[in-house]
């Protein structure tokens, strides 16, 4: 399973473009990336998932460069309620799977 | 019905206790998972049901015994348990039998062994 690298933490402000960047150097070719979302006291929610370059729904948008070492999650005009830890995770070929393994994820606070 | 519920909410047991954590989901979904959540840290994987089948225990001592009575529901048995077992214990499931990185979490148990 591919190793993913996230900050710890990042601060922000209501309003804000936050981006989360996660390095995975050791992706294998039929590997996806994934992002969750936790709130405390809460299970994980899933948020997004691609493949490569753009995939975007309604809550958040994840860039792929086209050597796929890293991706960014990005969360347009953040909100009080986006305070929470996000997490990247790498594997799982499309619905294929594998073990989800989580790392460390990253804290984000959303101020006002 | 979108949504995987778990009860109880808390449970506080003894070391000498036997309890047990329950999980439903009515989305269709084969497979089904149990993960540990220490305070601070991410989920760890404990157990995966595809099909109702035991495919994956990640190692987890005998104290927890996973049991899928049928393709809605999950129970977790717990026996003799030690205070470092308690944690939040969340359930998720998933469309397909694989495991699938497109996993529905329900709220979690949270677990305090005394």
């Known amino acids: 399973l591919a190793k993913t690298t996230q900050p710890i933490s990042m601060d922000s402000y209501e309003g804000q473009e936050v981006n989360i960047t996660c390095s995975h150097n050791n992706i294998a070719t039929n590997d996806y990336i994934t992002w969750y979302q936790q709130f405390p006291s809460q299970g994980p929610r899933f948020i997004i998932q691609g493949y490569k370059t753009k995939v975007t729904n309604e809550v958040a948008s994840l860039f792929i460069p086209a050597d796929r070492k890293s991706s960014t999650l990005s969360l347009p005009r953040v909100s009080l309620s986006d305070t929470a830890v996000y997490y990247c995770l790498v594997g799982g070929a499309g619905n294929q799977g594998g073990k989800l393994i989580f790392g460390q994820g990253t804290e984000l606070s959303v101020k006002p | 019905d979108t949504e995987v519920t778990q009860t109880p909410k808390h449970l506080v047991m003894g070391m000498t206790n036997k309890k047990s954590l329950k999980c439903e989901q009515h989305m269709g979904h084969r497979a089904m998972y149990w993960y540990k959540q220490k305070a601070k840290k991410p989920p760890e994987l404990m157990f995966v049901?595809?099909?109702?089948?035991?495919?994956i225990n990640e190692s987890v001592p005998s104290r927890f015994s996973p049991e899928c009575p049928n393709s809605s529901l999950l129970n977790l048995h717990l026996h003799a348990l030690q205070p470092e077992d308690s944690a939040l214990y969340l359930c998720?499931?998933?469309?397909?039998?694989?495991?699938?990185?497109?996993?529905?979490f329900g709220p979690g148990t949270r677990l305090t062994v005394t």
């Open positions: 998720a499931s998933s469309q397909r039998g694989e495991s699938s990185y497109e996993q529905y």
């Open positions: 049901y595809s099909y109702e089948k035991l495919s």
